[in-house]
């Protein structure tokens, strides 16, 4: 079974790695991803008819929640985090507040991982739009052009 934790870390992966889409919005990335991301979540629920309904609630939940997520991570967002995790020590976090959406975001990072020739991060991240509170965790490294990339 995938967990809020999980899912929360797919949305937000998703908003980072799709910021060269052109032709869709944040919260049209995250509508999608969040819709189909409850619909499997909901179709963990059930049997039969009930597992159909709560696959369905659970896409439309998904849907609302990562369209709200996805419209407050923007460019601005991504960067910000991006710089979090090159310039900050572990165990140590970093907050702002987006002058937009008024979501807040906190970015720690957990562990630094030297993989190869590339240095990864794992990291956690909470954001908190209209009051609401959503938690994820994951990692990133960083490619041969300096640019931060989720991987999990």
Sequence with gaps: MVNKMGFISCCVSIFILSSCAEDASN??????????????LGAQFGKGDGQVAAAAAGALLGGV???????????????????????????HSHSWIDPDSKAKYTVKPTKTIHKASTVCRNYTMSVVIDGNLETAQGEACRDANGNWNIVD
């Design 65 to 91: 929640i990562g369209g709200n997520v996805g419209e407050s991570m923007d460019e601005l967002n991504r960067m910000k985090m991006a710089k979090v995790l090159e310039n900050t020590k572990t165990n």
């Design 27 to 40: 919260r049209d990335i995250g509508t999608i991803t969040g819709g189909v991301i409850g619909g499997v």
